[in-house]
T-cell receptor, first 117, second 117 residues
Framework: AQKVTQAQTEISVVEKEDVTLDCVYE???????LFWYKQPPSGELVFLIR??????QNEISGRYSWNFQKSTSSFNFTITASQVVDSAVYFC??????????????FGAGTTVTVRA | GAGVSQSPRYKVTKRGQDVALRCDPI?????LYWYRQALGQGPEFLTY????????KSGLPNDRFSAERPEGSISTLTIQRTEQRDSAMYRC???????????????FGPGTRLTVL
């Protein structure tokens, strides 16, 4: 069975601080995809990134960066120089192996990030 | 371009009534998914379509829940004889599908908040 754990329920920071969101996953599969989504107060779910388990290179997109470590089954997300607009619930998700059920995403419970001005 | 749209955005119904939730995916997206999200939790997979074919309905909680996508575009999730425990956010997502590089990147709609009294 697949499982995604986001141990941090809530994080509160002051604007311009960096914030790192932890995501630990469990799977017996050797190939899979990992995702991060953002749910702002307006409620929509916004796709941020998809990462293939074969690609362990870290990725940076503007103020966002992702650290994928297969050895520790973690896919952490860092927001650098946070802004009030970053306030949201962030979800990490794991898919089943490509070619099997890779459409089925298992989500963590989410981490609520509050950025104070 | 237009994203995934869902209607209604909010639905309040009395226990025992039937409800139909609609999803209009991104134009050209082959795959369509339904998820249910309880308060404070991540979305949970319900069912999935490729074109008009329902590929997996293993996440539907019981036989009161059904979904269709008759022409391979718009989908309807129907809940018969609603119960209070059905209250949740129902989210639809679509992805390009097929074999492209972004085939399983799922883009979510704003959701329908269902309240069963």
């Amino acid at each position: 069975a697949q499982k995604v754990t986001q141990a941090q329920t809530e994080i509160s920071v002051v604007e311009k601080e960096d914030v790192t969101l932890d995501c630990v996953y469990e799977t017996r599969d050797t190939t899979y995809y990992l995702f991060w989504y953002k749910q702002p107060p307006s409620g929509e779910l916004v796709f941020l990134i998809r990462r293939n388990s074969f690609d362990e290179q870290n990725e940076i997109s503007g103020r966002y960066s992702w650290n994928f470590q297969k050895s520790t089954s973690s896919f952490n997300f860092t927001i650098t120089a946070s802004q009030v607009v970053d306030s949201a619930v962030y979800f990490c998700a794991l898919s089943e192996p490509p070619g099997v059920n890779d459409y089925k995403l298992s989500f963590g419970a989410g981490t609520t990030v509050t950025v104070r001005a | 371009g237009a994203g995934v749209s869902q209607s209604p955005r909010y639905k309040v119904t009395k226990r025992g009534q039937d409800v139909a939730l609609r999803c209009d995916p991104i134009s050209g997206h082959v795959s369509l998914y339904w998820y249910r999200q309880a308060l404070g939790q991540g979305p949970e997979f319900l069912t999935y379509f490729n074109y008009e074919a329902q590929q997996d309905k293993s996440g539907l909680p019981n036989d009161r829940f059904s979904a269709e996508r008759p022409e391979g575009s718009i989908s309807t999730l129907t809940i018969q004889r609603t119960e209070q425990r059905d209250s949740a956010m129902y989210r639809c997502a679509s992805s390009p599908g097929l074999a492209g590089p972004s085939y399983n990147e799922q883009f979510f709609g704003p959701g329908t908040r269902l309240t069963v009294l």
